[in-house]
């Protein structure tokens, strides 16, 4: 991207600032907020908020490091684990729709999706904890987990398409800014 993502405008903030008061907003009760590239810089945006900070040092060896840094941070008495990427904003309605999913269903695992196709973000029962902080990259992370619990998945379905959206880079940012107003 040129430059950090979590740092990239979104909504009249960085799209870290807009991930954290999406959070809470949508009533998520601890956010932790793992960092890798440039984590000095993009600590800041996150100190002073509704957000704890942990730093990833192994952030080049792949997503599944900062999952397990992040399930590491979350308090024992957590009933669920919600991921959501900072590259992948999500309004506080949506979010809250998929939690509430989660909850009305007693769901293990949660998978919102559009038009069929998976979304995020993805909401797991905390009763995987061990399963979540032992991911490799070699088991595709999440993937696995996923696989391992096919049939217990909660697919909620939701009628926005921002519940895929990713920016992973230039020409994603662009298409999102012109979509959502970032």
Not at 54 to 74: D, K, L, P
Not at 77 to 88: E, K, P, S, T, Y
Not at 111 to 126: K, M, Q, T, Y
Request: proline residues 5%; hydrophobic residues 35%; charged residues 25%.
């Amino acid at each position: 991207m040129g430059r950090p993502k979590p740092l990239l405008p979104w909504r009249g903030v960085t799209l870290i600032e807009y991930q954290i008061a999406s959070l809470s907003q949508a009533g998520v009760s601890q956010i932790v907020t793992v960092l890798g590239h440039e984590s000095d810089s993009v600590a800041r945006y996150v100190d002073g908020r509704s957000a704890e900070w942990v730093v990833n040092e192994g952030y080049r060896r792949g997503r599944t490091g900062s999952i397990r840094a992040g399930v590491a941070e979350v308090d024992a008495c957590a009933r669920a684990l919600l991921f959501l990427g900072v590259d992948q904003p999500r309004t506080p309605g949506l979010i809250r729709r998929v939690v509430e999913a989660h909850v009305e269903r007693g769901a293990l695992i949660t998978s919102p999706r559009h038009l069929g196709r998976g979304g995020h973000p993805l909401v797991f029962s905390a009763s995987l904890r061990d399963e979540l902080s032992r991911i490799t990259e070699e088991s595709q992370g999440l993937r696995e987990v996923f696989r391992r619990h096919r049939g217990e998945v909660n697919e909620v379905e939701i009628d926005d398409p921002m519940i895929r959206l990713d920016i992973n880079e230039p020409g994603d940012y662009e298409r999102a800014e012109a979509l959502y107003g970032a």
